[in-house]
């Protein structure tokens, strides 16, 4: 079955970057979207970034467009999001997840299957 396996997060401080992986397993890597979310405690899951199937468009939320960037490499399975200049406001627990075909959507009802998620923490 899918399996979404996300690591690089850590503890880093503000300006600092971070480079977080997705390894994926169980599924045809190459013909679905991807995604990054993150959920901050008491806030609802957030859209981050995702990328389509090919990455020939990717979307970024306002709040990380410039800092961060998505990508994937298709013959390593493997999803990445850069992250830049990271912020306090950008700690959360980010997790990947898979799309449900080649485009991406928006909604996190839209991604069938998601990863357990790696802990990024921005504090001086």
């Known amino acids: 079955q899918d399996r979404l396996v996300e690591s690089g997060g850590g503890l880093v401080q503000p300006g600092g970057s971070l480079r977080l992986s997705c390894a994926a397993s169980g599924f045809n890597f190459d013909l679905y979207s991807m995604g990054w979310f993150r959920r901050a405690p008491g806030k609802a899951s957030e859209l981050v970034a995702a990328?389509?199937?090919?990455?020939?468009?990717?979307y970024y939320t306002d709040s990380v467009k410039g800092r961060f960037t998505i990508a994937r490499d298709n013959d390593l399975n493997t999803l990445y999001l850069e992250m830049k200049d990271l912020k306090p406001e950008d700690t959360a627990l980010y997790s990947c997840a898979k799309g449900q075909g080649p485009l991406f959507s928006l909604p996190p009802n839209s991604y069938p299957a998601w990863g357990q998620g790696t802990q990024v923490t921005v504090t001086s």
């Open positions: 990328i389509t199937s090919n990455a020939d468009n990717s």
